[in-house]
């Protein structure tokens, strides 16, 4: 039977901030366990939350980035359950009305339709000792974190693994260029949860839905979700009947199992926070987010792609990472040449920096960079010699200009000079270059520009050095 697939998205993201959501500890990781708690964010009986203003902003910053509207009003409650993770037994968290509502990404020709953003705070974390114990951190607890929900028994919604990456790796670069949060994946600052059902195939009602928490990392996402599709087809083919649970996705072993059913979910009882006031947004707010909002990847892209003249292809190469597409920003203020930074980013750079989950710092300077592009570019160094210029000084406080010059790379060969060793070159490979004269064949010009390039030592313009070769051939 042919089903279609329904694949429902909450991902969570640590928000970048200074402080705690509702403390003044630090909102840092890699400190010793448990150094930055408090009352506040261990929940000691007694002590007050105060509300972080900038995790607020940070908040209506992400929404806005989306297309949300803003809550005018936005609630905080309490969502009760005990996990030693959670020394509060319970997390300040927001159902009735979150920050921000009504978004949408666009995956492909979708757009994909949010239900929510809402701000709420991070639980601590369990540390498995090799001894068999565990140990607790609190330190991430009381972390500012948003979670947002897409609109899964809408259409449209996301209905491959493939379009769920797209969708989890937009949002991703969303929130990095808005700045509203770093997403480092391997630091677990974001996470998805997934909920997956198959209807037959034209069906207006959904199926029951089975979702998978807390899945580190987009291929394990991906790998998941194909596996909970295949393991529902297999069921529903066989006349069986799906289960609303959750199940825990095991990426060792490839497998997912049962970890609660419907039976005995959770009652969070969620309460409006006693402690905390309604939180009024006014326009002011709204307005000034606005106006220190970054430069979002859609609208650079359009810039690269309609001011710039670049392809979309090589847009989207420089978008990738954000420092990459900083640092293209920043050599053009200094070298105001879009495709030629362009295509040295893309193909230099990138291959220098490109590891297999992201992306390493560029390790050379801007002025650096731009000395050798325009030196290229005025006919002062080959591109060659460029090349192995950058090789040499990446990673290090050497100077391009100094390293060409003391490598004897800079061109100023004279044209006398150049002419007589093209001569040279001509009569000394004759037979070559008949069977050029015969065939046209590149190579072999090229290895009659190589010999020449050889006897100048790299000085001369490999481009003139061509044309001359032609020159004389031709005449
Ligand atoms: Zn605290």
Redesign the pocket.
């Known amino acids: 039977m042919n089903y279609d697939v329904v694949i429902g998205l909450e991902v969570h993201a640590e928000l970048k901030t200074n402080t ?1 959501c509702f ?3 630090k909102n840092e990781s890699g400190n010793e366990p448990n150094t930055n ?2 009352p ?2 261990v929940g000691l009986p007694g002590a007050l939350p105060v509300l972080n203003k900038f995790a607020v902003e940070q908040t209506i910053r992400a929404g806005l980035a989306l297309g949300f509207e803003i809550n005018k009003t936005a609630i905080f409650e309490r969502k009760n359950y005990f996990y030693p993770d959670l020394s509060k037994a319970y997390q300040i968290s927001q159902l009735v009305k979150p920050i921000c509502i009504n978004g949408s990404l666009r995956v492909g020709e979708k757009d994909i339709p949010i239900n929510r953003i809402h701000l709420e705070e991070d639980a601590g974390k369990l540390v498995h000792a090799n001894d068999g114990s565990t140990l607790v951190d609190y330190n991430r607890g ?1 972390v500012p974190l948003i979670e947002l929900v897409t609109e899964a028994l809408q259409e449209p919604h996301i209905e491959t693994a493939d379009e769920a990456i797209e969708f989890l790796e937009k949002l991703r670069q969303v929130y990095i260029y808005a700045g509203v949060a770093d997403c480092l994946i391997e630091k677990g600052q974001m996470r998805a949860d997934v909920n997956v059902s198959l209807k037959p195939k034209g069906s207006k009602e959904f199926g029951t839905k089975v979702e998978m928490k807390n899945i580190m990392g987009f291929k394990s996402v991906h790998r998941a979700i194909q596996y909970e599709i295949e393991r529902q087809r297999d069921i529903l083919d066989d006349g069986g009947k799906i289960e609303q649970e959750t199940r825990k996705w095991d990426d060792d072993k490839g497998i997912s199992f049962t970890l609660r059913t419907k039976e005995n979910s959770q009652d969070y009882r969620y309460f409006p926070d006693p402690d905390l006031l309604a939180v009024e947004i006014d326009d002011s707010i709204i307005e000034n987010v606005k106006n220190t909002m970054p430069m979002l990847p859609q609208e650079l892209k359009n810039k690269y792609m309609q001011e710039y003249g670049l392809s979309e292809y090589d847009a989207d190469v420089l978008l990738q990472f954000k420092h990459v597409s900083d640092f293209y920003n920043d050599c053009l203020s200094g070298y105001n040449q879009p495709k030629t930074v362009c295509n040295w980013l893309t193909t230099e750079i990138m291959a220098r920096i490109k590891t297999e989950t992201g992306a390493g710092p560029i390790l050379i300077s801007k002025q650096n960079l731009i000395w050798l592009m325009k030196n290229v570019d005025d006919k002062k160094i080959n591109r060659l010699s460029a090349k192995e210029v950058l090789s040499q000084i990446w990673g290090t406080d050497l100077n391009a200009e100094e390293e060409a010059k003391r490598q004897n790379l800079i061109i100023d060969i004279d044209t006398s000079a150049l002419d007589g060793i093209v001569k040279q070159v001509v009569e000394n490979n004759a037979n070559v270059v008949s069977q050029f004269k015969e065939t046209g064949d590149s190579k072999i010009l090229n290895f009659l520009v190589g010999q020449v390039m050889k006897e100048t030592r790299g000085k001369a313009n490999a481009g003139d050095v061509m044309a001359k070769i032609k020159d004389i051939v031709n005449s």
Request: proline share 0%.
């Open positions: 705690k403390c003044s500890c708690c408090c506040v964010c009381g």
